[in-house]
Structure formats: structure tokens, C-alpha cells
């Protein structure tokens, strides 16, 4: 290399699942060549359902029209900025300001860098949980800013300890990441918790950001800016990647205060030159659902729920019945989660998270993916059965 590289990319590794899955296609050819089938990857987070057949039909209508294809609006079409404050006025109570409250993102995963390039400067600090998505350390780190961990556990229903918050170092501290319902845990939403979290942001003065993905999978809408007062200091970030099998056409928003949103566009409009029309008349489509869209993609991914908790039964996994979310999430009997991830993907050919890439309280847990349909994870429990077995 002719030079060095930048000292931000010193703390930060590449993506665990960038690494797993170049992992899992060599594996896929030595098993290939051995006259096996390929390996049934219950890992990542992405919806194998498609999106609704009004969205597909926006974007390829779209597309086939002149003058759509140049460059777009930094903060996108007004008609999706409506429908998204259209949706969270339907399904969680809140009113936003199109004009100046939503920023519509390349997926939240976006909004989690330019939130933090935005904000943070060099030896700020920032509230992360643990465990909690990895993007929100490796932004952290990258800005070159303090990690302070907080700790969610079993014990305390993976809900942050507010005595423990209060007894910790808080000087300094710029940002908070909040994640309910949670990822991996799918710990719910609890009202009397988004209170909290308010009250512990305004007094310490702390913006919090609620990262809110899987409220339409199995699980109760609710957003933190529904509590009173939460506009001062709270953020929230969506999307419509698990609520709309959207992942890959990478749309999600940023909604809050508008001074907020107003900086972080400072950031975006350097980095990119707006999302592609057909995608966001497509956005918009999808956003204007009933509630049969989403009952009907909740009917599915129950009964895809009841087989993955029989694979954790099989591997002895204890789970908390009433969670909910995109995953299932269970405590192994023994040994490190690492350990059981490798030893099923070797032997059963069947790859299921391990939680120590989410911190270490999640280092003995594993974590199942719902992105996949019932016939598949059924052979994969027998895969794991016969290991078990044997």
C-alpha cells in the first residue's frame, strides 16, 4: 500500500456478515464438489418476501417514463416526505412536519453514519448499548469518539438499568442509541420505558435515537416521539426493509427536530445525489398499505417463528416466549455461542448467528433468522437434529 490508511479504519473491522458470507460461498463450493447441498444461512436480517404489488408496479412505471432518471431532490419527493408522516400519524400517533421533520435515507444504516458525522468530533462520547447493532460502534469509532457501553441483560428483560445509567460517568456524553423493539433480543417497545429514556435524555441532555425497524413485525407499533416531551431531544430512524420487504431498494428515514435533521443534511448532500424517483414513488405505494399487508406478512412469519423455536428447543437453547421481531433468540446450555455457530455451520451445514458480534452479553446466545420460509427452516432443523442426534 503506497500510503497509510486513515487511523478511523484502524478501530473498525470489516462487517461480520461481509466476512460470513465470503465464509459460506467457499464452503458452498467445497460441499458442491463433494455433491452436497449448499448451506442454509439463517444468519442476516434480509426478507426473502417481495414488496407489495403496487410498489413494484410505481417503480416500473416509473422507469419507463422520460425525464426520471437524473438526479433527485436531496430531501426527496414531496409526495414521499407526506406519505411518511402520513404513516407514522396512522400507526403511531405522531405528527411530523414533511417540510422540515423527515429525511428520507438509503436505509436507517445511513442515518446511523451521518447522524454521528454530523454530531460527533473526536473524544465525545456516546451511550451504546450492549448487545446492540454493531454499526452503532463502528460509527462511533470511526468518527473517532468514546464508546461507553451500557449494559442490557436477560435478567432485566434486555431494557436498560437506570440506576445503572445514572451511577455511570455521563460528562461528555453527546449521543444515546436506543433500539426498541430490540435487535437481536426482540425485547418489545414498553411504553413506560420510552418515558424513561426521555426523562434521562432531557436531563442529561443527551440526543436519543431510537432505531425502530421491526415495530410492524410481530410486535406493537410504538414510537418514543409519541411521548410527551421526547420531541426536545429524541430522534427516531425507520425503514422499510423488514416492514415491506424493501431491504434491497435501501429506503429508510430519519425523523425529529428539524434544526437536527438540518444538520445531518449537511452531511448527506456530500455524499450523495438523491434516491432514484421510481424508488421513492415505489416507497410511496408501500407506505399507503392496509393492514392486511401487514397481517399477512405477520401470519407468515409466525408460523416461520414456531419452527425456529423448535430449532433452539433442539440445540437446547432456552428463548423468551413473548419476543418478537425479524429473529429468535436463545441462551445456549454450554459453551460459547461462537462454538455452537461453527459447529452447526460445519457439521449440519446450517449457519446461525452468534451473539458476541452484538457485545459481550451476547456471547452466549444465538440467533436465528426468520428470512426464510417454512419447508427451509424445517430441513434445517433436521440438519441440527441429526448433529444433535449423532
Not at 217 to 242: D, F, H, R, T, Y
Not at 283 to 311: C, F, H, M, S, T
Request: with cysteine; hydrophobic share 40%.
Amino acid at each position: 500500500m503506497i500510503i497509510e490508511p486513515a487511523r478511523r479504519t484502524l478501530s473498525v473491522k470489516e462487517y461480520y456478515f461481509s466476512i460470513k458470507n465470503r465464509e459460506i460461498a467457499r464452503l458452498n463450493q467445497q460441499r458442491a464438489a463433494q455433491g452436497l447441498d449448499p448451506v442454509i444461512n439463517l444468519g442476516i436480517g434480509s426478507p426473502d418476501g417481495s414488496p407489495s404489488r403496487e410498489a413494484v408496479e410505481a417503480l416500473c412505471n416509473c422507469a419507463r417514463k422520460d425525464g426520471v432518471h437524473g438526479y433527485q431532490s436531496y430531501i426527496g419527493i414531496p409526495e414521499l416526505r407526506q406519505a411518511m408522516a402520513d404513516w407514522y400519524r396512522k400507526w403511531y400517533g405522531v405528527q411530523l412536519d414533511p417540510a422540515s421533520e423527515i429525511q428520507p435515507l438509503a436505509g436507517s444504516k445511513e442515518g446511523i453514519l451521518l447522524l454521528s458525522l454530523a454530531f460527533l468530533n473526536p473524544g465525545d462520547k456516546v451511550l451504546v448499548p450492549d448487545p446492540g447493532y454493531p454499526t452503532y460502534t463502528s460509527a462511533t469509532l470511526m468518527c473517532e469518539a468514546e464508546l461507553v457501553k451500557y449494559n442490557l441483560t436477560e435478567a432485566g428483560g434486555w431494557y436498560p438499568d437506570f440506576e445503572e445509567l445514572e451511577s455511570m460517568d455521563l460528562t461528555g456524553v453527546k449521543l444515546m442509541w436506543v433500539n426498541y423493539p430490540n435487535m437481536p433480543t426482540g425485547a418489545p417497545a414498553r411504553r413506560e420505558v420510552f418515558e424513561k429514556l426521555v426523562d434521562f435524555a432531557r436531563k442529561h441532555r443527551i440526543l436519543l435515537v431510537n432505531d425502530n425497524p421491526y415495530s410492524f413485525v410481530l410486535n406493537e407499533q410504538q414510537s418514543i416521539l409519541s411521548v410527551p416531551g421526547a420531541s426536545e431531544c429524541c430522534l427516531e430512524m425507520n425503514s422499510l426493509s423488514k416492514s415491506h420487504n424493501m431491504a434491497g431498494w435501501r429506503v429508510g428515514m430519519i425523523v425529529g427536530q428539524a434544526d437536527v435533521i438540518k444538520e445531518l443534511l449537511k452531511v448527506k448532500t456530500q455524499m450523495d445525489s438523491g434516491m432514484f424517483r421510481g424508488i421513492q414513488e415505489a416507497a410511496v405505494k408501500a407506505l399507503q398499505a392496509g393492514p392486511e399487508w401487514y397481517d399477512a406478512l405477520n401470519a407468515e412469519y409466525r408460523r416461520r417463528q414456531v419452527v425456529a423455536r423448535r430449532i433452539m428447543d433442539t440445540l437446547g437453547c432456552t428463548y423468551d416466549p413473548q419476543a418478537g421481531g425479524l429473529y429468535v433468540w436463545g441462551r445456549i446450555p454450554s459453551g460459547t455461542a461462537e462454538e455452537w455457530s461453527n459447529r452447526i455451520l460445519y457439521e449440519a451445514g446450517v449457519f446461525l448467528t452468534p451473539g458476541f458480534i452484538f457485545g459481550k452479553n451476547g456471547s452466549n446466545y444465538l440467533r436465528i433468522s426468520l428470512c426464510a420460509n417454512v419447508p427451509t427452516l424445517e430441513r434445517a432443523l433436521e440438519k441440527v437434529r441429526k448433529v444433535i442426534k449423532d
